[in-house]
């Protein structure tokens, strides 16, 4: 098992988003390799996440706001 905060998190905003926001993270895979590696070393882990809002819509992909969290994880 495996708990995660949220340590910070920074927020960009763009544009207004006028319309249904869809939020975008491509780091999956950065994501299940930093559990493994918390699971296996036992300490706290963390990894700065980047997530992308856009609302397709109104304007494609083209971003209305840029978000950084960090994700910190730690084996209970």
Do not use: W, Y
Not at 21 to 46: D, M, P, Y
Not at 51 to 68: I, L
């Amino acid at each position: 098992k495996v708990s995660l905060i949220f340590k910070d998190f920074h927020a960009d905003f763009l544009k207004r988003a006028e319309g249904d926001v869809h939020f975008t993270c491509t780091q999956g895979s950065e994501i299940q390799a930093l559990v493994r590696k918390t699971i296996e070393s036992g300490e706290r882990e963390n990894l700065a996440v980047q997530v992308t809002a856009t609302v397709p819509s109104k304007m494609g992909e083209d971003p209305v706001a840029r978000f950084t969290l960090t994700l910190s994880l730690k084996r209970r």
